[in-house]
């Protein structure tokens, strides 16, 4: 089985985000990214301080909005100024929210220009028309390393695993936009092993550890990884048990390493993205 080096191509798009932000500056524009904070969960701050790190190396500025136990007229109020900011280039509200506050009613106050995340609804829905929109970056991670790995998805037999609106919903719109033939399967599928075995393209992202076992995968299969289910010992799992990946997949993305620092990347090209306009 062979590692699919989610390092090395959100280093390729790194460059590239750093050589636009360079422009830009050089023309008097400056890009930013605002990312809201509206919780003390601690993966959530060691996530924030990772896409500062990332955004200082590539030139792009990056706007920590930390709120203190905000209700959620306070989230959707903030990410309406910054909407109206034109300092501000792209716009990521993190989770978790507080209890009761619900990501999609808030995210709509994002504007659509500046929705790099593609949080609000309406990107989702201009994802599922087919037209020019942000696709979640998680999502779009996805779609970038399945272009490095397999080329040509047109008419590829992929099986996504999970129906969220951040990774499985907008990831099987992608693929679908890139003519594979894709199959959504969710926690109500009957069968779930035998429906996997039938793909060619595997992408799992169901927040179970090492859910997805050698029974799921068809032999040679390329597997994207999507989870990362924190351990006991402070690291990251993975949804596929890395030894069935290892015994049958032809490649499969490493946790930690795969799809994480591609997402990352990929935020910052989205902003560099608008703020070029």
Same mark, same amino acid.
């Given at each position: 089985?062979?590692? /699919?080096?989610?390092?090395?191509?959100?280093?390729?798009?790194?460059?590239?985000?750093?050589?636009?932000?360079?422009?830009?500056?050089?023309?008097?524009?400056?890009?930013?990214?605002?990312?809201?904070?509206?919780?003390?969960? $601690?993966?959530?701050?060691?996530?924030?301080?990772?896409? $500062?790190?990332?955004?200082?190396?590539?030139?792009?500025? *990056?706007?920590?909005?930390?709120?203190?136990?905000?209700?959620?007229?306070?989230?959707?109020?903030?990410?309406?100024?910054?909407?109206?900011? %034109?300092?501000?280039?792209?716009?990521?509200?993190?989770?978790?929210?507080?209890?009761?506050?619900?990501?999609? $009613?808030?995210?709509?106050?994002?504007?659509?220009?500046?929705?790099?995340?593609?949080? !609000?609804?309406? *990107?989702?829905?201009?994802?599922?028309?087919?037209? %020019?929109?942000?696709?979640?970056?998680?999502?779009?991670?996805? =779609?970038?390393?399945? +272009?490095?790995?397999?080329?040509?998805?047109?008419?590829?037999?992929?099986?996504?695993?999970?129906? *969220?609106?951040?990774?499985?919903?907008?990831?099987?719109?992608?693929?679908?936009?890139?003519?594979?033939?894709?199959?959504?399967?969710?926690?109500?599928? #009957?069968? =779930?092993?035998?429906?996997?075995?039938?793909?060619?393209?595997?992408?799992?992202?169901?927040?179970?550890? +090492?859910? /997805?076992?050698? $029974? +799921?995968?068809? %032999?040679?299969?390329?597997?994207?990884?999507?989870?990362? !289910?924190?351990?006991?010992?402070?690291?990251?799992?993975?949804?596929?048990?890395?030894?069935?990946?290892?015994?049958? #997949?032809?490649?499969?993305?490493?946790?930690?390493?795969?799809?994480?620092?591609?997402?990352?990347?990929?935020?910052?090209? +989205?902003?560099?993205?608008?703020?070029?306009?």
């Amino acid at each position: 089985m062979k590692p /699919i080096d989610g390092r090395g191509v959100a280093a390729g798009i790194m460059a590239e985000v750093s050589a636009t932000a360079a422009e830009l500056r050089a023309a008097g524009t400056d890009p930013t990214l605002a990312i809201v904070v509206p919780t003390r969960d $601690e993966a959530t701050a060691w996530y924030v301080r990772s896409i $500062e790190r990332a955004a200082a190396k590539a030139g792009v500025t *990056s706007r920590i909005e930390q709120l203190t136990d905000p209700s959620g007229d306070d989230v959707a109020d903030l990410l309406g100024k910054l909407s109206a900011d %034109p300092s501000v280039h792209g716009i990521i509200c993190q989770t978790p929210l507080p209890e009761g506050v619900r990501l999609d $009613e808030v995210a709509a106050h994002i504007a659509p220009r500046k929705d790099v995340d593609g949080a !609000n609804p309406t *990107s989702l829905g201009r994802l599922a028309a087919g037209l %020019p929109t942000f696709a979640p970056a998680t999502a779009a991670a996805v =779609l970038e390393l399945l +272009h490095h790995e397999v080329g040509d998805l047109a008419g590829a037999r992929t099986v996504v695993v999970g129906r *969220s609106t951040v990774v499985g919903k907008p990831a099987a719109l992608l693929l679908l936009n890139e003519h594979a033939t894709v199959t959504v399967c969710h926690s109500r599928t #009957a069968e =779930l092993a035998e429906v996997c075995a039938q793909a060619d393209v595997l992408v799992v992202a169901v927040g179970r550890a +090492h859910f /997805i076992g050698a $029974e +799921h995968i068809k %032999p040679g299969a390329v597997v994207i990884d999507v989870g990362t !289910n924190p351990t006991a010992d402070g690291g990251l799992a993975g949804d596929v048990d890395p030894a069935a990946a290892e015994s049958r #997949a032809g490649s499969c993305t490493p946790v930690p390493g795969g799809v994480g620092p591609v997402t990352t990347a990929l935020l910052l090209r +989205h902003t560099v993205a608008a703020a070029r306009g």
